[in-house]
């Protein structure tokens, strides 16, 4: 058992059938065989002081040194204990939805009516538009900025609450939010100021990253290298209020060259990396964030197998010399519930995770939770898809889920397992044990979140 001697321990968990500490990563993600090792204790327990773990361990032992003077005790028998979720990829700040579009995907609307050619001529099958079709044609990312600039910062902060209060009922205690549905100076801040303004208030810390190069706005549609400019030079300005900068790099959205032009200022200026690479095609993301040394890059639904094996590389390179002073580790943030939502599914999209980690690839994965490609929040119903459409196994996808996305957003010193001297975010599953979480979806198995040593959610 790991402790820490100290004062009065103010919450005491017991006696839970399985406790998974996704300990011992502290240097970088797990990676290949160790991701299906989840640092399980049977009938274990954890002491908490302040906002810290102070002892992780059997729970014999913690009852014996701890229960009899903590504050609290929480009897977690029949139940698993393990670390809160951290979602590393979500566009959470948003006005309105995109109901229509989604059944302009299925096929309901004849694609007549945005101007589509030939719409009569199409099977039913073939009749649902295409997701980068209803980009081109005006809707998409550039139907949520006309929305989302029009809501003020008061009412984006109170369609975002609820957003996180949802995130924070099914498990998820951190969460990366960027901006990207503003684009223009003032409402890339406005969003980012809400994150700010959230990230304190919230029981969910958030992470927050500028993604002011995801679409080119109305207003530059015949110049998108200016926009490119104006992205270029707005940065000085949110780099106080962002941790990274992103970049949608895909057809109707930014090339590589772009890109890179806008991640290299942004690194100039201290901010850290992320991608958005491969959704659709592949365009060399992948390269590129192992170039830049990106912490992560995100969706990878197309990727070579030679970018792999050079991701691989790097993490193998950085494990043998943990310590010394080498570029770090780009983790690939895969976002099942996308190609699920968009009716790409395993067969024609989703990305190589089985691949990639017996390569040795850093897997995360997330929701990618928007309003237009995956409209959900929930990490639970992730990682069963991660499963399904994926390939992963139960202790992959919980690995992905907790210390690997925590490395993925930086975070891994303070969040992602249950270690002594690390933030005590912790959820109680009304499961005896681990596998019931990805095998019983469509249900929340949280019955309790403590968040920093405070129980959130839960008999309070």
């Known amino acids: 058992m790991k402790k820490k001697t100290g004062k009065q321990c103010d919450l005491v968990v017991v006696n839970a059938s399985e406790l998974l500490t996704l300990a011992d990563a502290p240097h970088m993600p797990r990676t290949g065989g160790e991701m299906r090792d989840l640092g399980l204790i049977r009938n274990g327990g954890l002491a908490i002081e302040g906002c810290e773990f102070v002892a992780v361990g059997p729970s014999r032992e913690i009852e014996s040194k701890y229960a009899g003077k903590a504050k609290r005790v929480i009897d977690a028998s029949g139940k698993v204990v393990m670390p809160g979720f951290v979602d590393p990829h979500t566009h959470a700040v948003f006005a309105g939805w995109?109901?229509?579009?989604?059944?302009?995907?299925?096929?309901?609307?004849?694609?007549?009516?945005?101007?589509?050619?030939?719409?009569e001529h199409r099977t039913p099958q073939s009749r649902g538009m295409d997701y980068l079709d209803v980009l081109k044609a005006g809707g998409g990312i550039l139907e949520t900025v006309s929305a989302t600039r029009a809501a003020s910062q008061e009412e984006l902060m109170t369609i975002t609450k609820k957003h996180l209060d949802t995130m924070l009922l099914h498990g998820t205690t951190t969460a990366e939010v960027?901006?990207?549905?503003?684009?223009?100076?003032?409402?890339?801040?406005?969003?980012?100021?809400?994150?700010?303004?959230?990230?304190?208030?919230?029981?969910?810390r958030l992470i927050p990253t500028f993604l002011g190069a995801h679409a080119v706005p109305a207003e530059y549609k015949d110049d998108p290298e200016g926009y490119v400019e104006a992205v270029m030079g707005w940065l000085p300005e949110v780099k106080?209020?962002?941790?990274?900068?992103?970049?949608?790099?895909e057809e109707g959205a930014f090339n590589l060259a772009q890109a890179e032009r806008i991640l290299v200022r942004a690194k100039g200026l201290g901010l850290a990396l992320k991608l958005h690479a491969g959704e659709f095609k592949d365009l060399g993301g992948a390269g590129l964030a192992l170039r830049l040394g990106a912490t992560s890059v995100d969706h990878l639904d197309y990727v070579s197998e030679e970018d792999m094996v050079k991701m691989a590389r790097r993490a193998k390179r950085v494990q043998r010399l943990k310590g010394s002073k080498v570029q770090g580790v780009t983790v690939a943030v895969l976002l099942p519930g996308v190609p699920f939502f968009l009716r790409r599914g395993s067969a024609s999209g989703g990305a190589s995770a089985r691949v990639m980690i017996d390569l040795g690839v850093p897997v995360a994965i997330g929701t990618d939770f928007n309003p237009g490609t995956c409209p959900t929040p929930n990490m639970q119903l992730i990682m069963t898809l991660a499963c399904l459409e994926l390939g992963m196994t139960p202790e992959e996808v919980i690995s992905a889920a907790t210390i690997n996305a925590a490395h993925a957003l930086g975070y891994a010193h303070r969040v992602g397992s249950l270690e002594v001297g690390k933030r005590a975010d912790v959820l109680i599953l009304d499961v005896p044990t681990y596998t019931r979480l990805t095998y019983q979806f469509g249900v929340s198995h949280v019955e309790t979140v403590i968040k920093t040593g405070k129980v959130v959610v839960g008999d309070l």
């Open 98 to 119: 995109r109901d229509r579009e989604w059944v302009m995907r299925l096929g309901g609307i004849c694609n007549a009516e945005l101007g589509i050619r030939n719409a």
């Open 178 to 204: 960027k901006s990207g549905y503003g684009l223009d100076l003032e409402n890339e801040i406005k969003i980012l100021k809400v994150i700010e303004a959230l990230g304190e208030g919230h029981p969910i």
């Open 240 to 249: 106080t209020l962002a941790r990274f900068c992103d970049v949608f790099l």
